[in-house]
């Protein structure tokens, strides 16, 4: 900032914007997401805003590498929508583009300078990217599958328990001493409706657990057992 007032003087209100220095700030997309409720294929684009008091309008421009934002052209769009800005406790004094609030399917993209930050929610359908992938994967000739992982991702997400239990059986048979595995044979289990199921491998897993030398992991799997059998008791 340099003891400039940002928005509404160096950053006209109401004017398209670079969103940054020099060339026009680039956005690369590695799959398909969900910026601001809005579809974005794949892709490198350009971010262009345009800030207001009260709403910032945020622009998802086809990739022209242009120089600020000279030659924009609204017809170039891929996508704009509104975003509220959040007034900042602490003035921030370099403009700064980053994610926060990070999840499996979901991310803020932020614009932080001044004491304004324009949060835009990016949102991934996990489910539809991963699971042609794992299903590839569990039918591959690999004999090293990722059972564990396809099982709690399956278990994780509400899809296709009746698969989740058989790979994670097969985990348990590759690992058969691996008692956190079984105990999250019983979480499966439990949600499929099996409560004999998961009982005995809340059990099975208790009585490994309890056998543990080491102190941290032999409680906390001791906890989360009983956890568990208390609730389908």
């Given at each position: 900032m340099k003891g400039r007032t940002v928005f509404g003087s160096l950053v006209p209100y109401g004017e398209v914007w670079r969103t940054g220095a020099n060339t026009a700030t680039k956005l690369t997309l590695s799959t398909d997401v969900k910026l601001g409720g809005t579809a974005i294929p794949a892709g490198t684009y350009e971010l262009f805003?345009?800030?207001?008091?009260?709403?910032?309008?945020?622009?998802?421009?086809k990739n022209m590498s242009q120089w600020g934002a000279y030659r924009y052209d609204a017809k170039n769009d891929v996508a704009r929508f509104p975003v509220t800005p959040m007034a900042l406790n602490n003035a921030v004094e370099s403009l700064t583009i980053g994610f926060s609030d990070l999840h499996n399917d979901s991310a803020t993209l932020y614009i932080s300078w001044e004491k304004t930050r324009v949060p835009v929610k990016l949102e991934v359908?996990?489910?539809a990217?991963?699971?042609?992938?794992?299903?590839?994967?569990?039918?591959?000739?690999?004999?090293?599958?990722?059972?564990?992982?396809?099982?709690?991702?399956?278990?994780?997400?509400n899809l296709d328990l009746k698969k989740a239990a058989t790979w994670i059986d097969a985990a348990i048979a590759a690992r058969p001493d691996a008692y956190f595995i079984i105990y999250r044979k019983g979480l499966i289990l439990a949600k499929a409706g099996d409560k004999a199921?998961?009982?005995?491998?809340?059990?099975?897993?208790?009585?490994?657990a309890k056998k543990d030398t080491t102190p941290s992991l032999?409680?906390?799997?001791?906890?989360?057992?009983e956890?568990?059998?208390a609730s389908l008791n």
């Open positions: 805003t345009i800030p207001g008091k009260t709403e910032w309008t945020v622009i998802v421009h359908d996990l489910v990217q991963l699971v042609p992938q794992i299903e590839a994967a569990m039918a591959s000739a690999d004999p090293k599958k990722p059972y564990f992982a396809a099982a709690m991702f399956y278990f994780e997400n199921g998961a009982l005995a491998a809340a059990n099975q897993s208790l009585e490994m032999r409680d906390e799997y001791v906890r989360l057992n956890a568990l059998i």
